[in-house]
């Protein structure tokens, strides 16, 4: 098994936070960027608006960094950097903050990108009639207000720390006034921002193409011409097309195909360890999963190393909390310790513990996806081990999310990606007012600890937070914890300068293709 | 003649007018609620869905809803996207070129390779070469789409570098570029079809070569190729025009799967986008040209029968 010996060595060294480039190094690395050319994406999924405040899906939010500049930027490490926003200051008591923007800034349209267009972008999220999800999420904004044409004052009615990272993408995106003005309901369609590229022509499910914006804010960028994005909802024809040299780029490289395309010298790889992760979602407020020693039970069963061999081929670690090593200090390598190993000697105590010594069955809901189907059988054989019978059954994905909404289930394996910070993650799914918690999840403890951590700046009172949190929510066990998988993808040797950001987004306005 | 078609014409109104009931009520019964669809997973949130439920008119009784659409797509206004909130109209329209020519191709590709074959079959029946072809049929009705055409990519595409694996050129940027990309898809989606048409070819060929009217005229001396194309091959029109047009569904249902992989931007992918997005605005527009376009190829059959059989008239 030289992959997992190879990710064993990588967490061994704590390097599995780190950015593992592929084995072979690039001609060009070193050299200088070279200006012109094309770059051929292929994305999985499709796109139907364009006009941040309405978007809903991944592949969407990938061309927005493109046609789009956010007010905050994320680093490779996971944390805000400065975007059209060139500084920030925050008021002590966190209810005021002020935006110095980057000077000079233009839209696509020539219309200058100053303080009345941002504070006219956040009231837009902020009326009810534009009917954005952002709304809830900027609410505890009280005030937009436009100092000068390079100061934006916000005014909070209670403190939200998490509300800088909200910047970095959705609500970050700034959209020429005018173009909404102009296109009212239709704007989507015709996006116009401050970001490196334009849109030149949209031929719907066909491709999108962008032109280079001579007058992009970053001096001296983009390398590129132009970008081309094609939606290609099949993984083996868009592989296909990567191996074919139709597309310069992918958004990621399916896991069974990974080792081939790293091992290819025609391509290199970005990979981004523990970008997504799989877990099984337990109702606790239905029988059997109101049984805190029955969800313990299955968590004991399931053998994660096992998964991360057999269904990830090596690429993924195993969880033991819901914490992925992307959010770097706030992951904790403890919960490896308290956290739930393969252990069916403990899953068959906590069977006799729960009332049911001989096992029980339910219904393990899964997405109708060859991965998920791999993935819960796999568990089922492990569950059968213990005496615990899991009856699949597979649902195409609205239905499914219809299911998970209406918290009509038993046990379901959902998936989740990083949002820029953690509370995106703990808030929704552990908090009882969280709007992901189908689990119907209620710690009091937890509940009150979330509502501290939103209030309080990153930093160590806030790390130790989290790490009392996920310690209770791993004892509740309302997710089986189960893998933190590498998210890859997959290049040609020719392309350069693509930063490596753990929201498993790609942005190219500092890519580069060597002739 | 036109009086008929005229009715015809006519008649199509009702059946529209109950497909769309249909569609509307099949939508509203399948699960899953399109706002949810709407709001990325972590915005869930029931003030944001409400007013959203409000904006698209969601919260109105299904009739008031119903209503509302039919009245306005009889003015030819026929809304935006739930989704995009694009404009339907010309999100369909652009694609139905793609689609147009996908099955044209596919439809015009079978029928050249399937008439001879059939022909062969029927006039050489039990014999190695007819063994042979029914076979093929019998294969080509056995493979599934999404198979046949992830195998030719892979062949022809990453193997052989032959030929782009998936994408579409418009005729615009040349012919060349835009059938390089239609063969793979064509080849796809034509077979199943030439199936079809092959084994009708050949059924219908063997009835006519028995019948009276060719035994006399081979009686009466008539040489054995003018016997095959003016006796047997007119009479067994009928029922091939029968199975070309009754097989358009098929080949439209076919399209849906070939586009998707082949990455076509066609009706077909727009139509199961539509379905998995609850986005009824779009699905009703392309349903309704589907629609028109069975329609359409039945008529096309009704006047190739007064064509092919000059006994048919229509009153």
Redesign the interface.
């Known amino acids: 098994m030289p992959l997992l010996t190879r990710r064993r060595l990588l967490g061994a060294a704590g390097a599995a936070l780190a950015l593992a480039r592929s084995e072979h190094p690039a001609r060009g690395a070193g050299a200088a960027p070279a200006n012109g050319g094309t770059l051929r994406v292929g994305i999985t999924g499709g796109w139907s608006t364009l006009d941040p405040p309405h978007y809903t899906n991944v592949s969407e939010r990938q061309i927005f960094y493109s046609i789009y500049s956010p007010l905050f930027s994320l680093t490779p490490q996971f944390t805000i950097g400065p975007g059209l926003v060139q500084s920030w200051t925050v008021s002590p008591d966190g209810l005021r903050l002020r935006f110095q923007l980057q000077p000079g800034v233009r839209f696509h349209d020539g219309t200058p990108c100053d303080a009345a267009a941002v504070r006219s972008n956040i009231e837009r999220i902020l009326d009810p009639a534009t009917g954005s999800a952002f709304r809830t999420i900027l609410s505890p904004i009280r005030e937009v207000r436009a100092a000068n044409p390079v100061t934006v004052d916000l005014a909070l009615s209670q403190p939200f720390t998490p509300l800088l990272s909200w910047f970095t993408e959705g609500p970050g995106f700034m959209s020429s006034p005018d173009a909404v003005r102009k296109w009212g309901a239709q704007y989507g369609q015709h996006p116009v921002g401050t970001g490196p590229f334009t849109m030149a022509e949209w031929v719907k499910d066909d491709h999108i193409t962008l032109r280079r914006f001579p007058a992009f804010w970053q001096r001296g960028l983009p390398h590129l011409d132009g970008v081309v994005y094609r939606p290609l909802n099949d993984e083996t024809v868009k592989m296909a097309d990567l191996r074919a040299g139709s597309l310069d780029i992918v958004d990621t490289v399916p896991a069974q195909q990974q080792r081939a395309i790293s091992n290819d010298p025609r391509f290199q790889t970005l990979v981004l360890p523990g970008t997504r992760w799989p877990m099984i979602r337990l109702n606790t407020a239905a029988p059997p999963f109101n049984n805190k020693a029955l969800r313990q039970a299955v968590s004991y069963a399931v053998d994660r190393v096992q998964i991360v061999t057999a269904i990830y081929f090596g690429q993924a670690q195993p969880a033991y909390g819901p914490i992925s090593p992307v959010y770097r200090e706030y992951y904790d390598p403890a919960a490896s310790r308290y956290g739930y190993g393969h252990d069916p000697q403990k899953a068959r105590a906590k069977l006799a513990e729960g009332g049911q010594p001989n096992g029980f069955s339910f219904t393990l809901e899964i997405f109708t996806s060859p991965e998920q189907t791999r993935l819960a059988e796999l568990i089922k054989a492990h569950l059968a081990e213990v005496g615990i019978t899991a009856n699949i059954q597979a649902y195409e994905l609205t239905t499914l999310q219809d299911r998970i909404t209406g918290k009509r289930y038993q046990a379901v394996i959902g998936s989740w990606t990083p949002r820029p910070d953690i509370d995106g993650t703990m808030y929704n799914h552990f908090s009882s007012r969280g709007n992901v918690n189908s689990m119907s999840y209620r710690n009091a403890t937890v509940d009150d600890l979330l509502e501290r951590t939103r209030t309080i700046p990153n930093g160590a009172e806030r790390i130790r937070l989290y790490r009392q949190i996920q310690r209770l929510v791993v004892e509740d066990a309302p997710w089986v914890f189960l893998i933190f998988e590498n998210l890859m993808i997959g290049m040609s040797k020719d392309v350069h300068g693509l930063p490596a950001i753990p929201d498993a987004i790609m942005r190219f306005q500092s890519t580069w293709i060597e002739a | 003649m036109l009086r008929f078609l005229v009715q015809r014409l006519i008649l199509t109104v009702p059946m529209l007018v109950l497909l769309s009931i249909g569609i509307f009520l099949m939508l509203h019964l ?4 399109v706002v ?10 029931p ?2 869905a409400r ?2 439920r409000h ?1 698209l008119g969601l919260d109105q009784p299904l009739y008031v809803q119903y209503w509302r659409w039919v009245t306005h797509a009889a003015r030819g206004d026929l809304g ?2 739930y ?5 339907v109209w010309p ?1 369909v329209a ?2 139905i070129p793609v689609t147009f020519e996908l099955t044209a191709l596919a439809m015009a590709g079978a029928v050249a390779a399937a008439f001879p074959l059939g022909v062969i079959g029927a006039l050489r029946r039990n014999t190695a070469a007819d063994a042979l072809i029914s076979g093929f049929a019998a294969l080509g009705l056995a493979m599934p789409a999404f198979w046949l055409g ?1 195998l030719l ?2 062949l022809f ?2 193997n052989l ?1 032959w030929l ?5 050129a418009p005729p615009g940027q040349g012919i060349g570029a835009n059938l390089r990309r239609m063969i793979l898809p064509t080849i796809t989606l034509g077979i199943p079809y030439a199936a079809v048409v092959v084994r009708f070819v050949r059924l219908s060929v063997l009835d006519v070569v028995a019948a009276d009217h060719v035994r006399t005229a081979r009686a009466k001396g008539v040489g054995r190729w003018r016997v095959i194309v003016w006796h047997v091959l007119r009479g067994a029109l009928i029922p091939i025009i029968t199975v070309v047009a009754l097989e358009t569904g098929r080949l439209l249902g076919g399209a849906v799967v070939t586009e ?7 009706v077909g ?2 139509a199961v ?1 539509s379905v ?3 986005d009824l605005p779009i699905l009703q527009a392309v349903t309704l040209f589907m629609a028109l376009a069975l329609i359409a190829a039945n008529f096309a059959a009704d006047v190739l029968y007064a064509w092919a059989d000059p006994r048919v008239k229509y009153q």
């Open positions: 399948a699960p899953g609620d949810t669809l709407l709001l990325p997973e972590d915005l869930q949130n003030q944001v007013d959203l904006q935006y996207s989704r995009s909130r694009a404009y999100e652009a694609r992830v990519i892979l595409a990453v570098h782009p694996p998936s994408g579409y998707t992989i082949f990455s076509l931007p066609g992918r727009l986008d998995l997005s609850r």
